[in-house]
């Protein structure tokens, strides 16, 4: 059980665009906290009218131009005033078994930051695992660095972690137009890094071979559980095959279009 309702030392900050299929499950685990802040990059769905629906929910907008601006702005520009924040994406919702956690454990710990696991879904079907990392989502608003890596953005931080022991549920229920959308804008940011040789992994050395569709596909497929998760399983594969189809598409196009022909 939680404790009884006190002031909230965490605000969730949550990071919105088009996200009508997802946004009302994670708002609804996140009633326990007074003020919700909720930064939307100009949605044209019911992303708005359904985040307004809940009352401790602060609707702000602002152009998005990347993931780190963007949360440094939800940081410092919307007026979070308790010690800690809770980053989310619109399709992470927290357990119950969480949530208390966070209150029976994180808090009176006095941590500097929590570490969380993720149990990643398809249409909620859990996977078996996923390749998504664990990751500081909840931390001292005053101590935390925002990282632009790739696509993506990581949270670090000096201090003391806490290893949370239920997961964080990610479960983006977007339709497949909405995904393919994104999976063109990612891989393009992943190539830039790419190319920039920053923050290189031994995935990135296969990517120059070209052989990463396919064994990041097999890969994906077993970590996810293989055939005993069926249909999510599958699909997991397939969709992180299609990323490492996209950003090869890319590398190869590049490396092309460096070699001058043959002479005729």
Not at 23 to 49: H, K, P, Y
Not at 58 to 74: H, I, L, P, Y
Not at 148 to 153: E, N, P, R, T
Request: hydrophobic content about 40%; some cysteine.
């Amino acid at each position: 059980m939680l404790p009884a309702k006190v002031p909230c030392q965490i605000t969730p900050l949550l990071l919105t665009y088009n996200e009508e299929p997802n946004i009302a499950r994670t708002l609804a685990s996140l009633t326990w906290a007074d003020r919700v802040v909720v930064l939307d990059s100009g949605s044209n769905d019911d992303t708005e009218t359904i985040a307004r629906s809940f009352p401790n929910v602060d609707w702000r907008v602002r152009a998005f131009d990347s993931f780190k601006e963007q949360t440094e702005f939800g940081l410092q520009q919307t007026g979070i005033a308790t010690e800690y924040v809770l980053a989310l994406d619109a399709d992470m919702p927290l357990s119950q078994t969480l949530v208390e956690e966070i209150f029976q454990r994180f808090l009176p710990g006095a941590y500097d930051g929590g570490l969380f696991s993720f149990q990643y879904c398809m249409v909620g079907q859990p996977l078996a695992g996923s390749l998504y990392p664990a990751q500081i989502r909840l931390f001292r608003r005053a101590m935390i660095q925002v990282l632009q890596v790739g696509h993506g953005h990581k949270f670090q931080l000096d201090g003391a972690v806490y290893q949370f022991k239920a997961p964080l549920f990610h479960d983006d229920r977007k339709p497949l137009e909405c995904w393919i959308t994104a999976q063109l804008t990612y891989s393009a940011q992943e190539m830039q890094r790419l190319e920039a040789g920053a923050h290189l992994k031994w995935r990135d050395r296969l990517r120059k071979w070209g052989v990463m569709p396919l064994l990041m596909g097999l890969y994906a497929y077993g970590i996810a559980g293989g055939p005993f998760r069926g249909a999510a399983a599958a699909r997991y594969a397939y969709e992180r095959a299609i990323f490492e189809c996209l950003l090869a598409h890319r590398d190869l196009t590049a490396r092309l279009s460096k070699t001058p022909p043959p002479e005729s």
